[in-house]
């Protein structure tokens, strides 16, 4: 089957630190790759995406990279910021169908000033 | 503005009832979803619709029910069944086909409460 899973939280970091979220998955087919972000009480909205191997998708100062031979797609940012505070989610969709994504569980970040 | 909403914001039950939450869109999306999000659960795929009149089950549809009469609405009825309702909901579309591009665009949600 498919199925995402990410590092556990929560991550608490001071502001300007480097961050690392790890996601690896597991899929039937040639899946395309997403970050997404929910701020307290809020939806969830597009990071960032990937759709093939060695893709690196980029968005707000954050980074992922599409690595096939590990199954991963990890979450970085070089400094982080007190606003980038929210839950991140890694998520997958096989091409072709219902366009149906299979998320990780989330991980929760806080930034410190 | 284009986008999805979802309403109310926060709903409260008492147990054995049947709730309807809302979700409409104005973004002319064919594909919506529902998903219940729990405390270190992550989004589970409640129902979703890819067409006018035409809904699937997802990975959790138990105790649930939806409709699809128009493209812009899909509401979502937590019925008496639904053993733990309470939970944050999310609504989202997305257009469909046209390759890999189709990004999932999420409402603000609805936190339902069973009392």
């Known amino acids: 089957g498919n199925s995402v899973t990410q590092m556990e939280g929560p991550v608490t970091l001071s502001e300007e630190a480097f961050l690392t979220i790890n996601c690896t998955y597991t899929a039937t087919g040639y899946p395309s790759l997403f970050w997404y972000v929910q701020y307290p009480g809020e939806g969830l909205q597009l990071l960032l995406k990937a759709t093939k191997a060695d893709d690196k998708g980029s968005n707000k100062g954050f980074e992922a990279t599409y690595r096939k031979e590990t199954t991963s797609f990890h979450l970085e940012k070089g400094s982080v910021q007190v606003s980038d505070s929210a839950v991140y989610f890694c998520?997958?969709?096989?091409?072709?169908?219902?366009?149906?994504?299979?998320f990780g569980k989330g991980t929760k970040l806080t930034v410190n000033p | 503005d284009g986008g999805i909403t979802q309403s109310p914001k926060y709903l409260f039950r008492k147990e054995g009832q049947n709730v309807t939450l809302s979700c409409e869109q104005n973004l002319n999306h064919d594909a919506m979803y529902w998903y219940r999000q729990d405390p270190g659960q992550g989004l589970r795929l409640i129902y979703y619709s890819q067409i006018v009149n035409d809904f699937q089950k997802g990975d959790i549809a138990e105790g649930y029910s939806v409709s699809r009469e128009k493209k812009e609405s899909f509401p979502l009825t937590v019925t008496s069944a639904q053993k733990n309702p309470t939970a944050f909901y999310l609504c989202?579309?997305?257009?469909?086909?046209?390759?890999?591009?189709?990004?999932?665009?999420f409402g603000p949600g609805t936190r339902l409460t069973v009392l």
């Open positions: 989202a579309s997305c257009q469909q086909g046209g390759g890999h591009y189709n990004e999932q665009f």
């Open positions: 998520a997958l969709r096989i091409q072709g169908g219902s366009e149906k994504l299979v």
